[in-house]
């Protein structure tokens, strides 16, 4: 099972959308900043989980996320 996901940080107005087959290691290591170049740790303040949603494999996922990806600022 994957998880396609949006992250907000308000401080910031800025959305992240990913996929991920374990949301809570995910979600951990968007809180911790693990990744020093992803998008996420260039911004300080909190990302709040704004949506999320199970899909059956990755393919799905892949397909949703960028669906999702491309509704962005219409």
Not at 19 to 48: A, M, P, V, Y
Request: charged letters at 30%; glycine letters at 6%.
């Amino acid at each position: 099972m994957f998880v396609v996901y949006a992250l907000y940080n308000p401080k910031h107005k800025k959305l992240y959308i990913g996929q991920t087959r374990d949301i809570d290691l995910r979600l951990k290591q968007h809180e911790g900043k693990i990744f020093q170049n992803s998008f996420t740790s260039r911004f300080d303040g909190d990302w709040i989980l704004l949506y999320k949603e199970e899909q059956p494999n990755r393919s799905n996922a892949l397909i949703r996320e960028k669906q999702l990806k491309s509704y962005r600022g219409r």
